[in-house]
């Protein structure tokens, strides 16, 4: 019998989710570096960007179940159910918040130079959300992390 532990450390759906997630979050700063010209490691925690960290790890967790439970199983049913709440969210919800960020952000801007004294709000964060692009290329990866870790692994 397993200590709680164990089954913990044990548990290859949780870390083949977490992999793809850190991966997805290394990849992110590595495009920075090739595209941008600049190393960025404070992108590893950002949200947002190519790719989607969230879609990879709920890719990863359903693919890894339907991979060892099969695409009937319940598990898998509400694993894919909750991967794509988590995808629709991302490119739907946060996205669009994102848009509104940036729209804000300008409002701002020009009410800056109109009021100029006393008039100093944070900028609000504007990568949010994903394109469709991100949230593809995150799913992807995080199906290919499950098929190297419950097939080749």
Known sequence: MNTPLE????NRWLWTAVLASLGAQV?????????????RPAAFMETGGMPSSHSAMVAALTTGIALEF???SPLF???????????????????SSGVQARLLNELVEELRAVVREGF????L???LGHTYLEVLVGTLLGIGVA?????VL
């Open 7 to 10: 089954d913990l450390l044990g």
């Open 120 to 123: 100093a709000p944070l900028p």
């Open 70 to 72: 099969g695409l009937g």
């Open 77 to 95: 049913a509400a694993s894919a159910v909750f991967a794509l709440i988590v995808m629709y969210d991302a490119t739907g919800v946060r996205h």
């Open 125 to 127: 964060k504007v990568l």
């Open 27 to 39: 990849i992110k700063v590595l495009l920075i570096l090739l595209l941008e010209g600049r190393w």
């Open 147 to 151: 098929f190297l870790t419950f097939r």
